[in-house]
């Protein structure tokens, strides 16, 4: 880990994200939760210090160019896929003139949308985590290119009013097809793997399989034989979200498909992912989505 490298706080640093990039002509978006790029010199990649609110993942295509993230410097050249993660300092971005490349910059709640049935998600979270910049063969890159370009079709297809799922669920598609092509480094298969991202990977299916009845730390610690605490630092050690945060992602992400793609009561969906009640499910949505079930659902 490189996080005490830094003399400032990335908190201290300023930001980028969606929200603070203007429309451009050419960048497709859907609101504040994704932003397509055509182009890699529009990457919104700083030349100072700047700490990343939305996740990154790019495509070259052809050109080099470099960047720090948390203090390491990055090489990308054609052929390769960079991801950086929200929360991530990004600094002393440099691209050739004539680089050429395509990407994607999404809110972390849009990306965990994608994410929400992907399996092993925990090894892909890892490996990008060690690996964020890894190269492609030249079939993958035109796999994932005619993704890019299905993604900004449906994005720019405004007349369609399920825009947004229909471009969600091309991207968890070309994240397995990501997922698919680490399987080829050896790290994926866990030959480096360490004790802590061990921990990670066993809590996240821990969750996976649980989360619809169980929102306790302690329990979750108490499966795998070690402490709250403890599987509270590894957790965030490793994926800059405690275990907190990934079960109430899981659980609101749940109930944001219940709600939408289903007719079931409030009560029903309640029982189902074993609330006390219907109220305590309403506190606890609006808590995390801002509105409440039933307004979620009418919206």
């Known amino acids: 880990m490189q996080d005490n490298a830094f003399i400032i706080s990335p908190m201290e640093l300023p930001s980028t994200s969606i929200s603070g990039i203007m429309a451009q002509d050419g960048m497709p978006r859907l609101g504040d939760d994704l932003l397509l790029f055509d182009r890699m010199t529009d990457f919104p990649l700083p030349r100072g210090a700047s700490r990343t609110d939305d996740i990154i993942v790019g495509l070259c295509l052809e050109g080099e160019s470099k960047y720090t993230a948390n203090a390491v410097e990055h090489a990308v050249g054609p052929?390769?896929?960079?991801?950086?993660?929200?929360?991530?300092?990004?600094?002393?971005?440099?691209?050739?003139?004539?680089?050429?490349?395509?990407?994607?910059?999404?809110?972390?709640?849009?990306?965990?949308?994608?994410?929400?049935?992907?399996?092993?998600?925990?090894?892909?979270?890892?490996?990008?985590?060690?690996?964020?910049?890894?190269?492609?063969?030249?079939?993958?890159?035109?796999?994932?290119?005619?993704?890019?370009?299905?993604?900004?079709?449906?994005?720019?297809?405004?007349?369609?009013?399920?825009?947004?799922d229909v471009a969600r669920h091309i991207i968890a598609a070309m994240v397995c097809e990501l997922s698919n092509a680490i399987r080829r480094i050896p790290y994926f298969n866990g030959e480096k793997q360490m004790r802590a991202e061990k921990i990670f990977a066993d809590f996240i299916r821990l969750v996976e399989r649980n989360f619809k009845t169980e929102r306790r730390v302690g329990w979750y610690g108490r499966q795998m034989c070690?402490?709250?605490?403890?599987?509270?630092?590894?957790?965030?050690?490793?994926?800059?979200?405690?275990?907190?945060?990934?079960?109430?992602?899981?659980?609101?992400?749940?109930?944001?498909?219940?709600?939408?793609?289903?007719?079931?009561?409030?009560?029903?969906?309640?029982?189902?992912?074993?609330?006390?009640?219907?109220?305590f499910l309403g506190k606890y949505f609006k808590e995390h989505v801002g509105m409440s079930p039933m307004s979620y659902r009418k919206s």
């Open 226 to 279: 070690i402490t709250p605490k403890y599987l509270s630092e590894t957790v965030k050690t490793v994926s800059r979200r405690t275990p907190n945060e990934w079960i109430d992602n899981y659980v609101t992400m749940e109930l944001r498909a219940q709600l939408r793609n289903t007719t079931k009561s409030i009560k029903e969906i309640a029982r189902e992912m074993n609330f006390p009640n219907q109220s």
């Open 79 to 164: 052929g390769d896929v960079l991801m950086i993660h929200d929360g991530q300092v990004v600094d002393d971005y440099v691209a050739s003139p004539g680089q050429k490349g395509v990407g994607l910059m999404m809110s972390p709640g849009f990306f965990h949308e994608v994410l929400k049935d992907i399996h092993e998600l925990s090894a892909l979270i890892i490996f990008s985590r060690s690996f964020p910049v890894f190269r492609l063969t030249p079939r993958e890159v035109d796999i994932m290119t005619a993704y890019y370009r299905l993604i900004k079709e449906k994005v720019e297809d405004e007349a369609n009013g399920l825009r947004r």
